[in-house]
C-alpha cells in the first residue's frame, strides 16, 4: 500500500505545468493507438475537479486493479499521491482478489470497468467502500439498475486519455432518473454539441484544462476537441452518449447504434457479454451482426430483441464465443470481433 505524506517539509517540488509527466498510448479497441503527452497541468486540474465531485477523506483507500499504463489506473495513483491518501495495489485482476481486497483491507474506491463489475456485482461486500468509480465502456442499463437496488455508490463517468480519464462523473444513487447519461461535466470542463438533428444529436466536443495540447508528432488541438462520439446534452446539462462515430452501422441508410441493442439484449437472463458490429453487405451495405456468450438459441434471442426493437435493428447472424476478446482494461475489442467474423 502506498501511505499518506502528511508533512509537507519531506516534500519541496513544484514541476513545471506544461512540463510532460508521461506519454500514454490510447487503448486502440478500434485500430491503430495514438500517443498522449499528458503535462503536469493536466494532472493538478483532474485532481481537483474530480475531488470536487468524489471529495476527499483521511480515511481513503483506493484499490488500484487497472493498469497503471493506461491512465485509468496511472490517475488513481496520481490522485492517491496529491490528496495524501492510501492506496492498495494488486499485481493483476481476478474476481476474488478484488472481492478479498474489498473485504479485508479498509478499501474506499475502487475504479472498475463494466466487464468486472458486472461478474461481481452480486457478491460485493465491502462495509466501508464509499465510491465505485464505473467507465472505460458503455454500461449495460440492468447492470446499473442492480447497483442501484443494490445500494451500490457507484459513480459513472466518462473520459480518455486525451483528458487524463474523468470528463463527466455522477452518482447513480443521487441521480436514479440519470442512468442513461455519462454524467454531468466536472469543472472546467465544456461539452459542445456540434452539427446536431433536429432531435439534438451530434458530434460531442469538448475543451478543458485537463484535454491534451495534441498528440504526439501531430498537430496541436485549436479549440475544441472532437471526441468522436455521437450524443446529446439534457436539459439539466447531463451528456447522454449514442455510440462512437466509428461503430454506428449504416443499413439501407439507417442509422442502427450498437449500444442501443446491446442495452437491450443484457436485459434478457443468461446475456454475459454481447457486441454488435458492422458487417458489410452487398444489399444493404452493412448489417449488424451479434457476438454473443450465452446459451440461449438464436431463435430465443431473435424474438426477445424483435418484440422490443425494429426489425431493421434486429441483427442478421449471430456469433458465440466462450469470451469476448478485451484488451488489458477490459474493454472488448471490436476491431478483433469484426475481423474474426469477416474471415468466417
Not at 512540463?19 to 487503448?27: A, D, L, Q
Amino acid at each position: 500500500a502506498i501511505s499518506p505524506m502528511h508533512n509537507d517539509e519531506n516534500l519541496d517540488w513544484n514541476p513545471s505545468n506544461e512540463k510532460v509527466f508521461c506519454i500514454i498510448n490510447t487503448s486502440a479497441t478500434t485500430g491503430k493507438f495514438k500517443s498522449v503527452p499528458v503535462r503536469w497541468s493536466q494532472i493538478e486540474a483532474h485532481v481537483k475537479a474530480s475531488a470536487n465531485v468524489l471529495g476527499v477523506e483521511k480515511r481513503d483507500n483506493w484499490l488500484v486493479v487497472l493498469p497503471m499504463f493506461h491512465v485509468s489506473g496511472l490517475s488513481i495513483i496520481l490522485r492517491t499521491l496529491y490528496n495524501g491518501t492510501r492506496a492498495t495495489i494488486r499485481e493483476k485482476f481476478s474476481e476474488q482478489v478484488v472481492l478479498e481486497a474489498l473485504e479485508t483491507e479498509d478499501v474506499t474506491m475502487v475504479s472498475l470497468v463494466p466487464t468486472v463489475l458486472q461478474r461481481i456485482v452480486e457478491r460485493i461486500q465491502a462495509p466501508t467502500l464509499r465510491a465505485i468509480l464505473l467507465g472505460g465502456e458503455f454500461i449495460p442499463m440492468p447492470l446499473l439498475q442492480e447497483c442501484v437496488q443494490r445500494n451500490l455508490p457507484v459513480y459513472k463517468t466518462y473520459g480518455m486519455s486525451e483528458t487524463f480519464a474523468q470528463s463527466t462523473t455522477f452518482s447513480v444513487k443521487d441521480h436514479p432518473n440519470k442512468l442513461a447519461s455519462v454524467g454531468y461535466p466536472l469543472e472546467g470542463v465544456t461539452i459542445e454539441i456540434r452539427n446536431p438533428d433536429e432531435e439534438g444529436v451530434g458530434e460531442v466536443w469538448l475543451s478543458s484544462p485537463m484535454l491534451m495540447k495534441g498528440y504526439l508528432n501531430k498537430e496541436p488541438i485549436k479549440g475544441a476537441f472532437n471526441t468522436d462520439d455521437i450524443g446529446y446534452v439534457d436539459e439539466d446539462g447531463f451528456l447522454y452518449l449514442l455510440n462512437r462515430r466509428k461503430d454506428i452501422i449504416i443499413s439501407g441508410g439507417e442509422n442502427i447504434y450498437p449500444k442501443e441493442i446491446e442495452d437491450v439484449l443484457y436485459g434478457m437472463n443468461g446475456i454475459l457479454e454481447c457486441a454488435v458490429i458492422p458487417v458489410s453487405d452487398p444489399k444493404w451495405g452493412q448489417v449488424p451482426v451479434l457476438c454473443v456468450v450465452t446459451n440461449h438459441s438464436e431463435e430465443d434471442i431473435s424474438q426477445y430483441l424483435l418484440s422490443r426493437l425494429a426489425k431493421y435493428k434486429v441483427p442478421k447472424r449471430m456469433i458465440y464465443f466462450d469470451a469476448l476478446p478485451k484488451n488489458s482494461m477490459g474493454k472488448i475489442l471490436r476491431q478483433d470481433l469484426i475481423h474474426t467474423v469477416e474471415r468466417t
